[in-house]
T-cell receptor, first 114, second 115 residues
């Protein structure tokens, strides 16, 4: 049973436009969420995070929104650049016995076209 | 460069064999995590060590085991390998025992192919 879901395997966006990547979760015990970016042949790299006590966190072109009642978060990239083309993973911290290991979604492959 | 190193980068072996994957965490990080990424799957947490002690276990098979040594490097041992064990194996590290409020830093991964 997948606790973190990224229902869109891929997303294609024009350079300069907004990219919106979505993530849903099922476990209300999660209280910290992270986005990772992964290029081919590399490990995931941390992008941005949000605590459950917030509904928005911004870092430059990247903003993460959290809707706890809907158990939904989204990553907005504005403006999108070709170098943003990568696989984006949503992850949640699993407490309640999981000791803080990350629980990942399956990822969304973003393609930003020039 | 995350500062986490993994060796080897690629490993090709046969069913029934045993392999060891190695990870060196970032300098100063006490926690090491192992993840498996199979085809079309997200990263699945396998096991965590903190300062030499096992801290958390995920869906790690009994055929797999890990340890963290006094110098904090970690090894993941995979035995009686099956075709389905072919995957990317990532190691990550973090300074603390849990990642609450802080990210994990991932190595480049080891690609294991079981023939």
């Amino acid at each position: 049973d997948q606790q973190v879901k990224q229902n869109s395997p891929s997303l294609s966006v024009q350079e300069g436009r907004i990219s919106i990547l979505n993530c849903d979760y099922t476990n209300s015990m999660f209280d910290y969420f992270l986005w990772y970016k992964k290029y081919p042949a590399e490990g995931p790299t941390f992008l941005i995070s949000i605590s459950s006590i917030k509904d928005k966190n911004e870092d430059g072109r990247f903003t993460v929104f959290l809707n706890k009642s809907a158990k939904h978060l989204s990553l907005h990239i504005v403006p999108s650049q070709p170098g943003d083309s990568a696989v984006y993973f949503c992850a949640a911290i699993g407490y309640g016995g999981s000791q803080g290991n990350l629980i990942f979604g399956k990822g969304t492959k973003l393609s930003v076209k020039p | 460069d995350s500062g986490v190193t993994q060796t080897p980068k690629h490993l090709i072996t046969a069913t029934g064999q045993r392999v060891t994957l190695r990870c060196s965490p970032r300098s100063g990080d006490l926690s090491v995590y192992w993840y498996q990424q199979s085809l079309d799957q997200g990263l699945q947490f396998l096991i965590q060590y903190y300062n030499g002690e096992e801290r958390a276990k995920g869906n790690i098979l009994e055929r797999f085991s890990a340890q963290q040594f006094p110098d904090l490097h970690s090894e993941l041992n995979l035995s009686s390998l099956e075709l389905g064990d072919s995957a990317l194996y990532f190691c990550a590290s973090s300074p603390l025992g849990t990642s609450g409020g802080g990210e994990q830093f991932f190595g480049p991964g080891t690609r294991l192919t079981v023939l």
